[in-house]
């Protein structure tokens, strides 16, 4: 019998789920290793979502930007990114040889994406990462998206200081209300960390309180490797994009899977509803070098 890509996490949350032997097929088609196909993939991409562990254990997602070809596979088994993370991201200097990354390499025009799991081997200059896991996954829940490069502000006022804090002040919570896209990082102590994409209607995030958030949990692949990590370890990272500005606004917290009808019920066609706890909050004007053409 082959040993499962799953871990304990995973298995129970397909187990819950009803999922076990869907899943079971499904994760044949995670690979330790690039296909060709997926090379010209990335070599086409110009946003990269990174999920990671800060010096403090706080997990976080963040974006990384650049031209076509930033982002490569150096072989089957290693990818080489020539982009930095931005000024007062949580990651920024936060990591170092021998951490474990999640990347997402998503085109939101075609509405493709590919997840990318792995440890970082060098980031002097360009951040090379030798990977564990490589998948597709399916075209649900992406909203078509245009990006372009962001124009110079060469005139224009500076940028404004980073706003940090432990709460949702009243515009990150209008944003958010409004927003129908964002981007879940998640770890597990010995499979490695995780980014991943969530999509719906607009509004489909609700906010609790200036603490607290609610998400769907739609059906998808029924692998669960987001919800497997959250039952295992509940830290996780969730950014959010202002696609027609390049601002982002990060958040850091504690997640938990609700089961219960009454919650699931108050969400149009989900099967689960997920509850985010906020711990920390960055928010980051022109983060990215990229926007959506209008």
């Known amino acids: 019998m082959s040993r499962s890509p799953y871990h304990a ?15 079971a097929r499904i994760g044949r088609g995670i690979h330790d290793a690039i296909p060709p196909i997926a090379r010209d993939f990335l070599a086409a991409q110009r946003m990269l979502i990174v999920g990671a562990r800060d ?38 200097g936060a990591l170092a040889p021998g951490a474990q ?10 509405r493709r994406r590919m997840r990318l799991n792995g440890r970082l081997a060098a980031v002097e200059g360009r951040f090379v990462i030798d990977l564990d896991q490589v998948y597709a996954n399916c075209p649900k829940y992406i909203h078509p998206r245009e990006l372009e490069p962001l124009p110079s502000r060469s005139g224009d006022a500076p940028l404004r200081p980073p706003r940090r ?11 958010i209300a409004r927003a129908d896209t964002f981007f879940l990082a998640t770890a597990h102590r ?17 906010v609790i ?3 607290a958030l609610h998400w769907p949990d739609y059906a998808g692949n029924t692998m669960f490797n987001s919800l497997g990590n959250i039952a295992a370890d509940p830290r996780a990272g969730i950014l959010f994009v202002d696609f027609a500005s390049g601002s982002t606004l990060q958040l850091s917290g504690r997640a938990t899977v609700e089961w219960g009808e009454d919650v699931v019920a108050s969400f149009p066609d989900a099967e689960r509803v997920v509850r985010l706890d906020v711990d920390r909050v960055i928010d980051l004007e022109h983060a990215r070098g990229l926007r959506s053409l209008p």
């Open 209 to 211: 309180d200036a603490r």
């Open 190 to 206: 010995e499979a490695g960390a995780d980014a991943s994409h969530r999509g719906g209607p607009p509004g489909f995030v609700r």
């Open 165 to 175: 804090g432990d709460t949702l002040a009243d515009d990150q919570q209008i944003a």
């Open 101 to 110: 990354v999640g990347l997402l390499a998503i085109d939101l025009a075609n």
């Open 9 to 23: 996490g995973e298995l129970a949350v397909q187990r819950r789920a009803g999922v076990a032997a869907s899943a």
């Open 55 to 92: 010096r403090e254990g706080l997990v976080w997602a963040s974006p990384l930007t650049g031209e076509p070809g930033f982002v490569r596979s150096v072989d089957e088994r290693t990818v080489a990114v020539d982009a930095r993370l931005e000024d007062g991201d949580p990651l920024a």
